[in-house]
């Protein structure tokens, strides 16, 4: 059985988390935050071809607030990034998913932050497990090695999974 893949990111000015997960378990396959530079080498796959048969990048939403020089440049990097995807898995969909949805389909409510998220992603995926589900490195957990915006990027892609089917394609 082929299990689909589905790379989530949560993009950044400068860097960018992302998820590797299997659509059917929900299990974290690769994970990282790191330039996002690299990140296009990633979407771009190697001889192994693209990494994911889905893709979800979180969008920018605006909330009436102002906003500094680095979210224009997140959504730089948000075109940037799907414009590779169409690229290099022009048949894989490619959703554009603000932060919002995320929270209620994990929360129950538009006002959650993140730690309650990450907190819903733990009891969840590694109930009464210690260290939010990390474990320790001859017992490595559910969430071994997760840090920082690896969790909503993780978050981004259970919730496609959670709310796509394998008959999904791109419109």
């Not at 048949?91 to 309650?116: F, Y």
Request: contains cysteine; aromatic residues 8%.
């Amino acid at each position: 059985m082929v299990h689909r893949r589905i790379l989530a990111i949560d993009p950044g000015n400068i860097e960018s988390a992302w998820v590797v997960l299997d659509a059917d378990t929900r299990r974290p396959l690769a994970f990282a935050k790191e330039r996002n530079e690299h990140l296009l080498d990633i979407i771009s796959g190697t001889d192994d071809g693209p990494p994911a048969d889905h893709y979800a990048i979180e969008m920018v939403a605006s909330y009436g607030m102002p906003v500094g020089a680095e979210v224009f440049e997140t959504c730089v990097w948000i075109g940037r990034f799907q414009q590779t995807i169409d690229h290099w898995s022009p048949s894989a969909p490619c959703d554009l998913v603000k932060r919002q949805p995320v929270r209620l389909h994990h929360c129950h409510s538009t006002k959650a932050k993140d730690s309650n998220v990450t907190q819903a992603l733990v009891d969840r995926f590694a109930p009464g497990q210690p260290n939010k589900g990390k474990g320790t490195k001859a017992e490595p957990g559910w969430f071994h090695g997760f840090r920082a915006d690896v969790w909503q990027a993780y978050a981004l892609g259970v919730y496609i999974a959670d709310t796509t089917s394998e008959e999904t394609t791109r419109p």
